[in-house]
Nanobody
Framework: VQLQASGGGLVQPGGSLRLSCTASGFTLGNYAVGWIRQAPGKDRKGVSCISRSDYSTYYADSVKGRFTISRDNAKNTVYLQMNSLKFEDTAVYYC????????????????????WGQGTLVTVSS
């Protein structure tokens, strides 16, 4: 049973990346999923999340209009499409799954999740 984040890499400012969060051993569609990032020397911050039921979404102000979260239950995967990337988006991105509703103010806390994946590094650099 695990959650795996992938898709990170090196991208120039203004570029795009799509992160994937894939579950194995459990049905990700039954969970709310959050994306959390941690920049070097900084605390973790919740970036985006998607509910398990009505697919409602949340975005931090810093990424609103640039990032899009979506889910493909057939692939047991949640995506984070990141466009117009900025230097300040550089971070390790984690995905995590919670069997009940996520409270956005708690998104960055690892202990509110049932599953927490390993991170994928996104570096925005020219």
């Amino acid at each position: 049973v695990q959650l795996q984040a992938s898709g990170g890499g090196l991208v120039q400012p203004g570029g795009s990346l799509r992160l994937s969060c894939t579950a194995s051993g459990f049905t990700l569609g039954n969970y709310a999923v959050g994306w959390i990032r941690q920049a070097p020397g900084k605390d973790r911050k919740g970036v985006s999340c998607i509910s398990r039921s009505d697919y409602s979404t949340y975005y931090a102000d810093s990424v609103k209009g640039r990032f899009t979260i979506s889910r493909d239950n057939a692939k047991n995967t949640v995506y984070l499409q990141m466009n117009s990337l900025k230097f300040e988006d550089t971070a390790v991105y984690y995905c995590a799954a919670r069997s009940s509703a996520l409270i956005t103010g708690q998104m960055s806390r690892q202990n509110v999740y049932d599953y927490w994946g390993q991170g994928t590094l996104v570096t925005v650099s020219s």
